[in-house]
Each structure stands twice: as structure tokens, then as C-alpha cells.
């Protein structure tokens, strides 16, 4: 153990000596792991000033208290209480919870190590963002969108080296938006290296939950809808405020339909089904397809991929505007069709996303997934964008922010020729 320490605190003072030079420019001494080396550079690119302090306008308690009521981890805080909170105290640490913003709003765990980060302002409240505190494990997995480990001198701030914490996302399992960050902080000392694989899976338990609560509500809903779509003629479906199937008739069943953001009664215009009547259930809606509308295609297409926690298209047609959430992998995809307007074959998208030009099956797999909801928009043999479709690419406003996850060699060329 002691042998152990010697080499932990060798390791802490070479990465020191690199985060102190990084600012500068100077040659490091040791380079640090990627995902700190990639939030350095976004702490830099934002100003932040490594001798800062930590402390942050903290939200008014009535603020805090509205903002656990909107967040689906409210809901499941006994089970990451009960999961975590607990080694955390036995460990001389402390769990924290926060928003999508990196606020935090729950903290529990060691007496002691409460008050220490109080002195941190690691509070309810705090805002904790890589752009408000630099590399840290809360902002750092909110920037990337992963789970991350970050160990005293590896936190950009110099206020941050005493401590140690590991945080993971956790991604709403109905529509796979990010609900907020499942950290746990400590001294230095209490350092881990498990401690990253066990913050990760109580946050995978939590999603676990939340997606056995939305399954009992299908349920409910398909014993509303069912007889219902019985009586009717033609295409419809009943689908949950998410877009999740719960029951269908008169065509093949969908796992999900991509609904608009601001959905109301009336007619409305879906990329994968084209136009539609939709009529509100208890806890969800009625979507029946126009047959035979003549109503024209979407003429235009926004791939927005200016923020990274923001990946989206958003489809234009005559009767509006419609906006799909996407994947990386799906993000990455339709960046390599924007910029081949004329076309890719699979063994190409295999090169363009992979290296590989063998990875076929993988790519036919996962654009069959994006035309269930973009079908309208995207033709094949050759892959591509339909015909008459003009298409936008949103670039972020820095080039290393490109999908900055992503190691297609599309997008690598992308990003070094700015």
C-alpha cells in the first residue's frame, strides 16, 4: 500500500507539472489521458482561470426545490441513496446529484466531508460546469457525455487538487435525453479506481427503474388504446408522449415514432409516416395516417451539430418544422452524407465513419434505423439525401468541437481542416 501511495503521488505531480504547462504552452512532461487532455482544452478556450475560486452564484433554495420537482431523479433518489450514498459515507465521501445544467440539487453522504465541500461550494445549488469550474468529473460528464474519473491535479482549477470524484450520465431511457449527473467526490485520499465502474452502474440501475415505471405506463395506455384502434379503418397507432409504441393496426408495428417536440391535435406531418391526424389519450396520443394526402416532401433539412450535448436534424416541410434527437454514430452518418451530396455506397459510409470499408452490415444496420424516422428525407442504392432536399450543416463554433467524441476519419478531416 505504501508502495502504492509513492507511485499514486509520483503520477499526481507529473500530471501537475503538464497542467501547469498546457496554460503556457509549453512542452508537457507527461501526457495526460485524452479526456482530460480534451476538457483542459475547453477550459482553456473558455477562460477559465486555473487560480479561480470555485464558489458560483448558488440557486435560491425555492429555485432548487422546483427544479427537483421537474427532474425524473427525484423519482429514483431512495434507490441512489440506498445504492450509493452509503459507501460514499462509509468512504469518507459524498454523492451528489445535479440537472442537465451541472447545478446541484441532492447531496448526501459523510458529515464531515459535507462541510469540507462546502468549502468548495460543492452545495446545493452550485453550479458546477466545465465553463464555471473547469475539468471536473460533474462538468466533465456533462461536456462529454461519458462517465469520467478526475483525480487531484487532474482538475484544472488549482483550488480542485485536494479532491478526487467520478461521475456518470444518466440518459432518460424514453427518449434518450440526458436527465443529469450521479457524482461521487472525496478527499484525495480517498481515491479508488473502482469507484468510476461503481458510480456507472447505479447510474444504469437508476435508468433501469425509470424504464420499468415507463413499461407499467404502456401498459396502461394499451388497455385505454386497444379496443379503440380496433373500430378504426386504415393506418393508426397509439403511442405514448415519448413516441413508444402502444398499440397499432392496419400496418407493421414501430418500437418508437418520432414525434415533434411541440405536438398538438390537428394535422401534422411526420417524416416516417407523412401526413397524420392526431388526437389525444390519456397518457398519450392517436395518430392515424392520411392515406393518399397530397401534401408535398420536406424541402429542407438542418443538421445541427454546434453543441455536443445537442446533436439534432431538424426537418423542414410545408406544414412546419419537425426535430429529431440523434446518436453520435447517427450524427457522424448523416455528416458524411451532407458532405457527399451525390452519394455513399456502404462500403464507403463503412470507410468514411469506421476505416474499415468491411464494416457493412454495421452501416445497412444502423441507416435502416435512422430512415424508421427520417424516410422521407433519405434515399439508397446509393445512400443519400432525396432528391430536391437542400441540406445545412450547423458547424460548432470551434473545429475541435466537431463531434468531439468521434473518431470517424470523416470527421477527423473535418475537424483539422476547420
Not at 408495428?253 to 390537428?266: A, C, H
Not at 451532407?338 to 469506421?354: K, M, N, P, Q, V
Request: hydrophobic share 40%; charged share 25%.
Amino acid at each position: 500500500m505504501r508502495l502504492a501511495a509513492q507511485e499514486s503521488d509520483r503520477a499526481a505531480r507529473l500530471v501537475h507539472r503538464a497542467r501547469e504547462a498546457r496554460p503556457a504552452g509549453d512542452r508537457m512532461p507527461l501526457a495526460p489521458r485524452a479526456d482530460i487532455a480534451a476538457s483542459w482544452n475547453r477550459a482553456l478556450r473558455s477562460g477559465v482561470d486555473p487560480e479561480k475560486s470555485t464558489h458560483s452564484a448558488v440557486l435560491e433554495p425555492d429555485e432548487v426545490e422546483r427544479r427537483r420537482r421537474s427532474s425524473a431523479l427525484g423519482e429514483v433518489m431512495p434507490l441512489l441513496g440506498n445504492a450509493l450514498a452509503a459507501i460514499a459515507d462509509a468512504s469518507q465521501q459524498i454523492m451528489v446529484v445535479t440537472d442537465v445544467e451541472g447545478r446541484v440539487l441532492w447531496r448526501q453522504g459523510n458529515t464531515g466531508v459535507l462541510r469540507r465541500a462546502d468549502g468548495i461550494c460543492l452545495s446545493e445549488g452550485a453550479a458546477w460546469s466545465e465553463q464555471s469550474n473547469g475539468t471536473n468529473a460533474i462538468g466533465t460528464a456533462l461536456a462529454s457525455r461519458a462517465p469520467v474519473q478526475v483525480h487531484s491535479t487532474e482538475h484544472f482549477v488549482r483550488s480542485l487538487h485536494g479532491w478526487t470524484c467520478a461521475a456518470a450520465p444518466v440518459r432518460d431511457p424514453r427518449d434518450g435525453r440526458l436527465m443529469g449527473i450521479v457524482d461521487v467526490s472525496g478527499p484525495a485520499s480517498t481515491f479508488h479506481p473502482t469507484t468510476l465502474a461503481l458510480v456507472g452502474s447505479v447510474a444504469r440501475l437508476a435508468e433501469s427503474e425509470i424504464r420499468t415505471w415507463h413499461l407499467e405506463s404502456i401498459d396502461r395506455l394499451r388497455s385505454v388504446a386497444a379496443p379503440m384502434l380496433c373500430r378504426l379503418g386504415g393506418r393508426a397507432l397509439a403511442v405514448d408522449a415519448h413516441g413508444w409504441l402502444a398499440a397499432v393496426t392496419g400496418m407493421p408495428p414501430v418500437d418508437r415514432l418520432p414525434l415533434p417536440k411541440s405536438l398538438r391535435p390537428g394535422r401534422v406531418w411526420l417524416p416516417s409516416l407523412g401526413m397524420c391526424r392526431v388526437e389525444p389519450l390519456p397518457g398519450g396520443w392517436l395518430v392515424q395516417v392520411a392515406d393518399g394526402a397530397t401534401d408535398s416532401p420536406p424541402r429542407r433539412l438542418v443538421l445541427d451539430l454546434s453543441r455536443p450535448r445537442g446533436l439534432a436534424v431538424n426537418v423542414v416541410s410545408p406544414v412546419g418544422t419537425w426535430t429529431q434527437r440523434l446518436s453520435p454514430r447517427h450524427a457522424e452518418l448523416l455528416f458524411a452524407l451532407a458532405l457527399h451530396r451525390e452519394g455513399r455506397t456502404a462500403s464507403e459510409l463503412a470507410e468514411d465513419i469506421f476505416g474499415d470499408p468491411t464494416r457493412t452490415v454495421t452501416v445497412r444496420a444502423e441507416i435502416s434505423r435512422l430512415r424508421r424516422h427520417l424516410a422521407e428525407v433519405l434515399a439508397h442504392r446509393p445512400y443519400r439525401f432525396g432528391e430536391g432536399v437542400e441540406v445545412e450543416v450547423i458547424h460548432p463554433e470551434h473545429p475541435d468541437d466537431l463531434l468531439p467524441g468521434s473518431k470517424a476519419p470523416v470527421v477527423a478531416a473535418a475537424r483539422s481542416t476547420g
